[in-house]
């Protein structure tokens, strides 16, 4: 990752950490279930999402808001998948406005 290497190198340390947490999120991805499990979560909840995502493109969130009834959905302009490397500054702030919002 041209650029990114710091960020590529904690990735892969994290995942060697934790690899059960991977091959859980690669089973439900690739199982479909992850909207499913969705309804699951009742604690306030982000949805972050770039209008330019194509890893999970924006015309899927209703399938999520429609499943957690306390999210709150952000969609980024000109954001794509990987916001939180590509402009941790903005996302940061929006994490933290979001949290404020909740704890409120």
Known sequence: VRG?????????ANLL????????????????????????I????LLLWGDRDRTIPP??????TDRLPRS?????RDGFHEMA???????AAIIHDFISRAQA
């Open 72 to 76: 709150t959905l952000r969609l980024v």
């Open 42 to 45: 009742t604690a306030p909840t």
């Open 17 to 40: 950490r934790h690899p059960a947490s991977l091959v859980t999120t690669v089973r439900m991805v690739a199982s479909r279930r992850i909207v499913e499990e969705a309804r699951r």
């Open 4 to 12: 990114k290497a710091l960020v590529a190198r904690a990735f892969a």
């Open 59 to 64: 015309r899927l969130a209703p399938q999520f």
């Open 85 to 91: 490397t590509a402009r941790p500054d903005e996302t």
